[in-house]
C-alpha cells in the first residue's frame, strides 16, 4: 500500500497567496510617528509579513512604503499578530489604485510562499 501524502491548506486567516520578497521597506505608525525600516519578508494583495526591531502592537494602525523597480508602493494597515521574533503580520486596509498595481506586477515575479506547517507524511 502506497503511503499518504498530506499537505495542509493556507490558513484560514489568508485568503489570497504570500509571495517571497525579502526587500526593505519603511513602516509609520499612525496617525505620526517616526518611521522604521523593516524586512518585507512575504507579501500578498491582503497583506505582508514583516521583520523589525521595533515592530508596532497588534491593532495598531500603519503605513507600509517600499520600492520596487523604481515604483513606489504605499499601503496603510493594521497589525494582525505580532511574533517573539520580531515578525509582524499587517493586513491592508487601504491601498491606492497606482499602488495596487505595482503589487500586482511584484507579485507576479516572485515565488509562491509555501503554506505554513505543511506537515508530510511518507
Known sequence: MAPK??????SQRRNVP???YGGNG???P???GSSAEVTVISIGLGG???????LPSPGEN???KLEWRGKEFEAIGQVA?????NTAGLKFNSVPDNSLETLRELC???RLEPPSGTPANY
Open 5 to 10: 501524502l498530506y499537505i495542509q491548506l493556507m
Open 18 to 20: 504570500r509571495y517571497l
Open 26 to 28: 519603511e513602516l509609520s
Open 30 to 32: 499612525l496617525p505620526a
Open 48 to 54: 505582508c509579513r514583516l521583520q523589525g526591531p521595533e
Open 62 to 64: 500603519c503605513g507600509l
Open 81 to 85: 499578530w505580532k511574533g517573539r521574533d
Open 108 to 110: 507576479a515575479n516572485l
